[in-house]
């Protein structure tokens, strides 16, 4: 499985974007897809993700201001960021999960400027 991410650039504090995640085979198959993001000199840690029976989890740091979703039909999971902040700028990456398969995207830049 490939995962294709894009939809990361800069923004304004305030500002939104909306990443796509596009998988080469069925998402639906996968347990867990979703985003994860790394910061300079920090861990990489869990933005948000879905699972197949579409129950979704986010950091407390995005809840109410991210929304993953997801169309099966295309094999793509989109983040929707919405007031966005200095603190989301990282390199955020697509991650799927097929039992203990963890398959990773390349990563798509997010620079906030306040």
């Known amino acids: 499985v490939q995962l294709q991410a894009s939809g990361g650039g800069l923004v304004q504090a305030g500002g939104s974007l909306r990443l796509s995640c596009v998988a080469s085979g069925s998402i639906f198959g996968m347990n867990s897809i979703g985003w994860y993001r790394q910061a300079p000199g920090q861990e990489r840690e869990l933005v948000a993700t879905v699972t197949n029976g579409g129950t979704t989890n986010y950091a407390t740091s995005v809840k109410d201001r991210f929304t993953i979703s997801r169309d099966t039909a295309k094999n793509t999971v989109y983040l929707q960021m919405n007031s966005l902040n200095p603190e989301d700028t990282a390199v955020y990456y697509c991650?799927?999960?097929?039992?203990?398969?963890?398959?990773w995207g390349q990563g798509t830049q997010v620079t906030v400027s306040s």
């Open positions: 991650r799927g999960r097929i039992w203990s398969t963890v398959y």
